[in-house]
């Protein structure tokens, strides 16, 4: 039966993982045989497969809001239980789509990770300056655009700043605020 609620949020959560994830296993075969076990004929699962694939990639790239989404099921051919359950599957997994589109999305690496210490150099025979360094390292994950990948590859980027290079890398960093300040007003 293509109205049970607990099968047809099994199918949407198959569909998000296919359209989002692209696990491929997920498919009308996968569902007739995995989710309704023969309840439902090969037409109603693939016409309701179709609907809410639409559906569901509509909300997602666009970023909908329950209302709107609301108004979404309200035009479709779906069932009032159908609705119900597809609109409360959005409410829970809308922020998860939309992390996702988001991840899949970003073609830059990104930080993630900022470590730092501080080292003392001290005189030699050799060479009399002493004084603190500061010892940065950045963490960048490239973006992932693999399905099931939880453990992108990171690259480290680690370098050492005297006092004066300091002040001028943070003289930067207030300008890159200040900028964003004034454009996020």
Same mark, same amino acid.
């Given at each position: 039966?293509?109205?049970?609620?607990?099968?047809?949020?099994?199918?949407?959560?198959?569909?998000?993982?296919?359209?989002?994830?692209?696990? /491929?296993?997920?498919?009308?075969?996968?569902?007739?045989?995995?989710?309704?076990?023969?309840?439902?004929?090969?037409?109603?699962? @693939?016409?309701?497969?179709? @609907?809410?694939?639409?559906?569901? @990639?509509?909300?997602?790239?666009?970023?909908?809001?329950?209302?709107?989404?609301?108004?979404?099921?309200?035009?479709?051919?779906?069932?009032?239980?159908?609705?119900?359950?597809?609109?409360?599957?959005?409410?829970?997994?809308?922020?998860?789509?939309?992390?996702?589109?988001?991840?899949?999305?970003?073609?830059?690496?990104?930080?993630?990770?900022?470590?730092?210490?501080?080292?003392?150099?001290?005189?030699?025979?050799?060479? !009399?300056?002493?004084?603190?360094?500061?010892?940065?390292?950045?963490?960048? !994950?490239?973006?992932?655009?693999?399905?099931?990948?939880?453990?992108?590859?990171? /690259?480290?980027?680690?370098?050492?700043?005297?006092?004066?290079?300091?002040?001028?890398?943070?003289? !930067?960093?207030?300008?890159?605020?200040?900028?964003? @300040?004034?454009?996020?007003?």
């Amino acid at each position: 039966m293509v109205d049970n609620a607990k099968k047809f949020h099994a199918m949407l959560t198959g569909i998000i993982r296919r359209v989002y994830y692209n696990e /491929q296993d997920f498919t009308v075969p996968f569902f007739m045989e995995n989710v309704f076990g023969g309840d439902a004929s090969e037409e109603d699962v @693939t016409s309701l497969h179709e @609907t809410c694939t639409t559906i569901l @990639t509509k909300c997602g790239e666009l970023d909908l809001p329950p209302p709107k989404v609301e108004e979404v099921l309200g035009r479709s051919h779906l069932s009032e239980i159908q609705k119900e359950v597809l609109l409360h599957f959005w409410v829970n997994n809308k922020a998860k789509v939309h992390d996702r589109i988001s991840t899949l999305s970003n073609m830059n690496n990104s930080l993630h990770s900022f470590d730092w210490r501080i080292d003392m150099k001290m005189a030699s025979k050799s060479d !009399q300056e002493t004084g603190a360094t500061a010892i940065v390292q950045l963490k960048l !994950q490239e973006p992932s655009h693999k399905a099931g990948e939880e453990d992108p590859s990171l /690259q480290s980027v680690c370098f050492e700043m005297d006092r004066g290079q300091l002040d001028m890398v943070l003289l !930067q960093i207030n300008s890159i605020n200040e900028a964003i @300040t004034e454009y996020t007003k």
